[in-house]
Each structure stands twice: as C-alpha cells, then as structure tokens.
Nanobody
Framework: QVQLAESGGGLVQPGGSLRLSCAAS????????MGWYRQAPGKQRELVAA???????NYAESVKGRFTISRDNAKNTVYLQMNSLKPEDTAVYYC???????????????WGQGTQVTVSS
C-alpha cells in the first residue's frame, strides 16, 4: 500500500505564512507528479500547485507569486510554502501523488487525508 502523510496546517493571520509537507511511503516504484489541491466549504476541490518528476511546476492563478511548491525526490516528499496568506486561502488542503507501485502497474493517483488551513484574524 501507499500512504501520503501531510503536516503543517493550522491557523494563521492574514499576511502570514505556513509550510505544508507531504511524505509518500510504502511500495513505490516511481513518482510522476506530486501536488496540492484544496477544497473550501461549498466549493469543488481545485488544484493549488503541482510539480513533475523534474522541475516543471504548475500553479493556480490565485496563488502565483505567493505559494511555492518544491519536491525532495530522495525523500518522496513535496512541500508547499504559502506566504502572504489571505482569508480566501482557507480550505482543507490535500496532497496528491501520481505514482507506480511496481513496474507492472500503470500510474495511479493517491490522496492524503487532508490538513486544515485557516486564515483569519
């Protein structure tokens, strides 16, 4: 099995910063993309940022210039540095990884359990 363990959520004031981490563990052959999605109450889950196996990154327009995604391939870990946080960033943030558990398997998407980020004064 594969597990994605997230950490780093919490309560922060507007303008503050948080850093999310997500470590993938278990039977992993290779990881293609790792990323973060978020879901606010009453809204659909949306992509926040993603990083490929190289250095390619993709960001939602709403977080460009404020959030930075990075990846440590040796640790199978992805990070999301969130600066200049706004109340509208409040949501449950989910880690996502597209990976292969074995050379015989095709790529499959896995999700973390989610971590709450609340931006409020």
């Amino acid at each position: 099995q594969v597990q994605l363990a997230e950490s780093g959520g919490g309560l922060v004031q507007p303008g503050g910063s948080l850093r999310l981490s997500c470590a993938a563990s278990g039977r992993i052959f290779s990881i293609y993309t790792m990323g973060w999605y978020r879901q606010a109450p009453g809204k659909q889950r949306e992509l926040v940022a993603a990083v490929g196996s190289g250095t390619s990154t993709n960001y939602a327009e709403s977080v460009k210039g404020r959030f930075t995604i990075s990846r440590d391939n040796a640790k199978n870990t992805v990070y999301l540095q969130m600066n200049s946080l706004k109340p509208e960033d409040t949501a449950v943030y989910y880690c996502n990884a597209v990976l292969r558990r074995d050379s015989a398997y095709g790529p499959t998407a896995y999700w973390g359990q989610g971590t709450q980020v609340t931006v409020s004064s």
